[in-house]
């Protein structure tokens, strides 16, 4: 598991942290079972504080993506398709969002942003 954190960017550390590992698992890299480092060895290879990593990996086990074995560590939870299909469709969903916004600001009509959509698709 790599991580790496952007200090600069606008997006706060536990979100960049549950951002990559879930990206991890949806990609495969992460198999089900996996353990991920603890809270304190991962809080100190990125140099972050631990309730930092600990809020990241209550998140992911929240929405479904870990499990915590009290006294064993954290587990990339098995996968359920479903969820990582969802997952990756709020993924797109957001990008596009964020495309047509920026067309617009650039102010492009919605017909020019699907013309530009369709030229895309195509290739």
């Known amino acids: 598991m790599h991580i790496i954190i952007n200090n600069s960017s606008m997006v706060p550390i536990y979100e960049q942290i549950i951002d990559q590992i879930k990206s991890e698992i949806i990609r495969?890299?992460?198999?089900?079972?996996?353990v991920l480092p603890s809270v304190r060895s991962l809080s100190k290879e990125l140099k972050i504080s631990a309730l930092t990593v600990k809020k990241a990996y209550d998140n992911l086990e929240e929405e479904g993506f870990t499990v915590t074995v009290h006294?064993?560590?954290?587990?990339?939870?098995?996968?359920?398709?479903?969820?990582?299909r969802e997952e990756q469709l709020k993924?797109?969903?957001?990008?596009?969002?964020?495309?047509?916004?920026?067309?617009?600001?650039?102010?492009?009509?919605?017909?020019?942003?699907?013309?530009?959509?369709?030229?895309?698709?195509?290739?």
């Open 28 to 34: 495969g890299e992460l198999q089900p079972d996996t």
């Open 71 to 84: 006294g064993k560590g954290t587990y990339v939870a098995a996968t359920n398709k479903n969820l990582m």
């Open 91 to 123: 993924e797109v969903e957001h990008d596009l969002e964020q495309a047509v916004m920026k067309g617009r600001r650039c102010g492009l009509n919605d017909e020019e942003i699907r013309n530009l959509f369709e030229m895309i698709m195509e290739d």
